[in-house]
T-cell receptor, first 114, second 111 residues
């Protein structure tokens, strides 16, 4: 079974631009979560989608948004980029099995904002 | 909310045993994860504890005490490839996929 895939793997943008990142979950997984990882803050939860609905949201400004499609693929968008948005953005999928809730991570998208 | 504490860095010798502690204070608790993350790579799942006690998986074991808000990851017979960050994460009791991660413990294994 293929793992979680994320595209693109690397991205360089300038301040003020916007960016869209894509995540394809493991086949059969219906929950997709997004995280931002920086050296100082660790993994910070952005939001989680299930059946095209955002169920949970972390403490990020409204510039960060996302959506999920009917095939469970998800995208996240960051508008009006700031230097501090430079980070590794990780997507994780899970079956949404309440016993394990195990999340499987993709390789991430490394975003650099100049 | 969730508050998770784990040491920032640890160093251990190849072949030895190391214990990485994690304490948490949560408004709701379902279970506790441990993930391993090598530099430049995505986190990979190691263990998930829901009940109190020790669970062993080869060289890795994870312990949970729900009453004390405490967990540890035990790595035996350390190998150089175990050098990585180890992330403790708490799953919320809300029933949805709501997981809060600690900042991770960077383990360096030295010869």
């Amino acid at each position: 079974k293929a793992g979680v895939t994320q595209t693109p793997r690397y991205l360089i943008k300038t301040r003020g631009q916007q960016v869209t990142l894509s995540c394809s979950p493991i086949s059969g997984h219906r929950s997709v979560s997004w995280y931002q990882q920086t050296p100082g803050q660790g993994l910070q939860f952005l939001f989680e989608y299930f059946s095209e609905t955002q169920r949970n949201k972390g403490n990020f400004p409204g510039r960060f948004s996302g959506r999920q499609f009917s095939n469970s693929r998800s995208e996240m968008n960051v508008s009006t980029l700031e230097l501090g948005d430079s980070a590794l953005y990780l997507c994780a999928s899970s079956i949404e099995d309440r016993v394990t809730d195990t999340q499987y991570f993709g390789p991430g998208t490394r975003l650099t904002v100049l | 909310g969730q508050n998770i504490d784990q040491p920032t860095e640890m160093t251990a010798t190849e072949g030895a045993i190391v214990q990485i502690n994690c304490t948490y204070q949560t408004s709701g608790f379902n279970g506790l994860f441990w993930y391993q993350q090598h530099a430049g790579e995505a986190p990979t799942f190691l263990s998930y504890n829901v009940l109190d006690g020790l669970e062993e998986k080869g060289r890795f074991s994870s312990f949970l005490s729900r009453s004390k808000g405490y967990s540890y990851l035990l790595l035996k017979e350390l190998q150089m490839k175990d050098s990585a960050s180890y992330l403790c994460a708490v799953s919320d009791a809300g029933g949805y996929q709501k997981v809060t991660f600690g900042t991770g413990t960077k383990l360096q294994v030295i010869p």
